[in-house]
Nanobody, 123 residues
Framework: QLQLVESGGGLVQPGGSLSLSCAAS????????IAWFRQAPGEEREGISC????????NYADSVKGRFTISRDNAKNTVYLQMNSLKPEDTAVYLC????????????????WGQGTQVTVSS
């Protein structure tokens, strides 16, 4: 079964940090760009970061630039999202998605999606 599984979410105070993981099973991520999206209640899904298959290219939404860092370890078949200086507005379900090409903005282009992990930033 081909799937992505996110982990690492939780409750954190404003200014705190969390590290999310996106692990693949049933296939290898080597040839896939991986994106992180998030969706807050009542809002549209937002693409926040993407990393190329080699890890040589990354991009970030303005809302997270300078605070979040995406990385990957193809040997572990896992992509990470380090989130620092978290704000209440970062509260959302975070999902990872894989695409067998370069990073793209359109959600419908992605081949595989995880179920998501909840991140709540609150005091």
């Amino acid at each position: 079964q081909l799937q992505l599984v996110e982990s690492g979410g939780g409750l954190v105070q404003p200014g705190g940090s969390l590290s999310l993981s996106c692990a693949a099973s049933g296939f290898t991520l080597d040839n896939y760009a991986i994106a992180w999206f998030r969706q807050a209640p009542g809002e549209e899904r937002e693409g926040i970061s993407c990393i190329s298959s080699s890890g040589g290219g990354t991009n970030y939404a303005d809302s997270v630039k300078g605070r979040f860092t995406i990385s990957r370890d193809n040997a572990k078949n896992t992509v990470y999202l380090q989130m620092n200086s978290l704000k209440p507005e970062d509260t959302a379900v975070y999902l990872c998605a894989a695409i067998a090409s370069d990073c793209v903005a359109a959600e419908y282009e992605y081949d595989y999606w995880g179920q998501g992990t909840q991140v709540t930033v609150s005091s």
